[in-house]
């Protein structure tokens, strides 16, 4: 068969670096391909030329045995290829429904020349419910108004409605609900027996092996594998073939160090957001806040950290009353706030690595207005150093793998010196080795006392970090556990509580 697209000896270079070395890779019809690899090891390379968006230095792209040359994304698309890509590629200033149809705009009217917005609201509405999320998404909202976690679900609704011939997905799963997740995997195998080529990133290796035929892994720009997935015995036997050495362990020893409260939240309110939500934190405790999309977790942390406006509700740490008002109110106070999005609002991307490291903490290396970098930078690599980062801190961020961009935006924390750290979806989009060590960091961070937060939509990851588990759905906490209650059915009951009582009272009304 011929392969619907294929990649042919791709090598690609960027200033000082070799992204891509000799890469073979080729989508069949009917079929998912999963490619895995540590950041960094060249998936987004792979995915920027298939896109369009970056042309290779050697190599021969092929589509339908033809060998083709993309100028553009256009191009690309004009082959049959969309692509939906980590970081949501939206348009804030356009509704929901203007984002899903952008580029595939339906019309009306004489010569079909006139837009139709109905169209494409009722068009946008079909595509997001077949999804079976949880929570709608309004096709009238501004794209703006959305979480990181909604922005994701408009861009691979536009990806369906174009119903292209191959479809490359780069972790569209990372900032979903692992209930959200299977519903898009259930659309994926519908996709799969209609003849769909699928190429699929991820960092989820259980969710690969449940969905790829085959599955390429690249480790240092390389290819180092094609294999059926009926091949891979065990997730361990991936992780070795991305890392190059077994994975001794990916959650550290759980142990339980806990002082006394440090940190606590009484009545937080913003209205259409989250209603009388407490909680509190004690020194060397780390704290899980789990729900689905729309529950209201992140919208709490970022009014804890003084990012959006609180209608009522106090905010006290040992002992004190705090008067957040703006970011820097929070840093002032010791807090610390790790946002999902990091590349919108966790870092600079045309800054260097150790300029990011230092934004939370110019203060403390420097005096009247003036900086001292030589201590600056100094601090930075130690910091650095000790989160592993391999990377260049001299090079612009935005040149940075995704996981090594993850740990600069840790490292500001770690510099700042803050004893109340919270973490939003903070392995969204890394690879298991990097997750690994954001998992043993944190655990430091608690053992040398400081009290940390995690909001994140995995399950798994929160059961085996946390001493303590809060459970939000509808904007309101509806459970609290402790470690050796942890259930996940539990869980799972309390995120989905607000929506099974709204339904229930549907039916009443009804």
């Not at 790790?338 to 203060?363: F, I, W, Y």
């Given at each position: 068969?011929?392969?619907?697209?294929?990649?042919?000896?791709?090598?690609?270079?960027?200033?000082?670096?070799?992204?891509?070395?000799?890469?073979?890779?080729?989508?069949?019809?009917?079929?998912?391909?999963?490619?895995?690899?540590?950041?960094?090891?060249?998936?987004?390379?792979?995915?920027?030329?298939?896109?369009?968006?970056?042309?290779?230095?050697?190599?021969?792209?092929?589509?339908?045995?033809?060998?083709?040359?993309?100028?553009?994304?256009?191009?690309?698309?004009?082959?049959?290829?969309?692509?939906?890509?980590?970081?949501?590629?939206?348009?804030?200033?356009?509704?929901?429904?203007?984002?899903?149809?952008?580029?595939?705009?339906?019309?009306?009217?004489?010569?079909?020349?006139?837009?139709?917005?109905?169209?494409?609201e009722r068009i946008a509405e079909e595509t997001v419910q077949s999804l079976g999320l949880a929570v709608a998404i309004d096709p009238r909202a501004p794209m703006a108004a959305l979480s990181t976690a909604q922005k994701q679900i408009v861009d691979i609704a536009r990806a369906l409605i174009r119903d292209a011939p191959v479809i490359v997905l780069d972790e569209p799963t990372a900032a979903l609900s692992d209930e959200e997740a299977e519903a898009l995997l259930r659309i994926l195998r519908r996709l799969r027996e209609k003849g769909t080529a699928i190429l699929y990133v991820s960092h989820r290796l259980n969710e690969?092996?449940?969905?790829?035929?085959?599955?390429?892994?690249?480790?240092?720009?390389?290819?180092?594998?094609?294999?059926?997935?009926?091949?891979?015995?065990?997730?361990?036997?991936?992780?070795?073939?991305?890392?190059?050495?077994?994975?001794?362990?990916?959650?550290?020893?759980?142990?339980?160090?806990?002082?006394?409260?440090?940190?606590?939240?009484?009545?937080?309110?913003?209205?259409?957001?989250?209603?009388?939500?407490?909680?509190?934190?004690?020194?060397?405790?780390?704290?899980?806040?789990?729900?689905?999309?729309?529950?209201?977790?992140?919208?709490?942390?970022?009014?804890?950290?003084?990012?959006?406006?609180?209608?009522?509700?106090?905010?006290?740490?040992?002992?004190?009353?705090?008067?957040?008002?703006?970011?820097?109110?929070?840093?002032?106070?010791?807090?610390?706030?790790?946002?999902?999005?990091?590349?919108?609002?966790?870092?600079?991307?045309?800054?260097?690595?150790?300029?990011?490291?230092?934004?939370?903490?110019?203060?403390?290396?420097?005096?009247?207005?003036?900086?001292?970098?030589?201590?600056?930078?100094?601090?930075?690599?130690?910091?650095?150093?000790?989160?592993?980062?391999?990377?260049?801190?001299?090079?612009?961020?935005?040149?940075?793998?995704?996981?090594?961009?993850?740990?600069?935006?840790?490292?500001?924390?770690?510099?700042?010196?803050?004893?109340?750290?919270?973490?939003?979806?903070?392995?969204?989009?890394?690879?298991?080795?990097?997750?690994?060590?954001?998992?043993?960091?944190?655990?430091?961070?608690?053992?040398?006392?400081?009290?940390?937060?995690?909001?994140?939509?995995?399950?798994?990851?929160?059961?085996?970090?946390?001493?303590?588990?809060?459970?939000?759905?509808?904007?309101?906490?509806?459970?609290?556990?402790?470690?050796?209650?942890?259930?996940?059915?539990?869980?799972?009951?309390?995120?989905?509580?607000?929506?099974?009582?709204?339904?229930?009272?549907?039916?009443?009304?009804?």
């Open positions: 068969m011929t392969p619907a697209v294929a990649l042919e000896d791709i090598a690609k270079d960027y200033p000082g670096v070799r992204a891509l070395t000799g890469v073979w890779l080729d989508l069949r019809a009917g079929e998912v391909h999963a490619l895995v690899g540590e950041n960094g090891a060249g998936k987004s390379t792979l995915i920027r030329i298939l896109s369009g968006d970056t042309r290779p230095n050697r190599g021969r792209i092929l589509v339908q045995g033809q060998e083709v040359q993309f100028q553009s994304p256009k191009d690309a698309r004009r082959c049959g290829i969309a692509t939906i890509f980590q970081e949501p590629m939206v348009v804030p200033g356009l509704s929901v429904a203007e984002n899903v149809v952008l580029g595939s705009e339906p019309t009306v009217g004489w010569g079909w020349q006139v837009y139709s917005r109905r169209r494409a690969v092996r449940g969905l790829a035929d085959r599955i390429t892994v690249l480790r240092g720009g390389h290819h180092i594998a094609t294999l059926p997935a009926a091949a891979v015995t065990d997730t361990a036997q991936l992780i070795e073939l991305m890392l190059g050495r077994p994975l001794e362990e990916l959650f550290p020893p759980h142990g339980d160090a806990r002082g006394a409260p440090v940190f606590a939240v009484q009545g937080l309110t913003r209205q259409g957001a989250f209603e009388d939500v407490s909680f509190s934190v004690r020194a060397g405790e780390i704290l899980g806040i789990a729900g689905l999309i729309g529950a209201g977790r992140t919208e709490v942390m970022r009014a804890i950290f003084g990012a959006d406006p609180l209608d009522r509700g106090t905010v006290v740490k040992n002992g004190r009353t705090l008067n957040v008002r703006t970011p820097a109110d929070a840093i002032a106070a010791g807090l610390a706030y790790l946002p999902e999005d990091r590349k919108e609002h966790g870092l600079v991307l045309t800054l260097q690595g150790h300029e990011n490291l230092a934004l939370a903490s110019l203060k403390r290396y420097g005096a009247w207005g003036l900086v001292s970098w030589g201590r600056l930078r100094r601090a930075a690599q130690e910091v650095a150093s000790r989160l592993q980062f391999r990377g260049n801190l001299e090079a612009p961020v935005r040149t940075i793998s995704g996981g090594n961009q993850q740990k600069l935006v840790i490292g500001k924390w770690v510099l700042s010196r803050a004893d109340v750290l919270i973490f939003d979806e903070p392995t969204r989009g890394i690879d298991v080795g990097a997750k690994a060590e954001v998992y043993r960091l944190m655990h430091r961070l608690a053992e040398e006392g400081a009290a940390v937060i995690i909001v994140s939509s995995e399950l798994l990851e929160l059961m085996n970090l946390c001493h303590r588990i809060i459970v939000m759905s509808g904007g309101r906490v509806q459970d609290e556990m402790e470690a050796d209650k942890f259930d996940e059915r539990r869980i799972l009951a309390a995120a989905f509580a607000a929506h099974v009582a709204r339904d229930s009272s549907r039916e009443v009304m009804q």
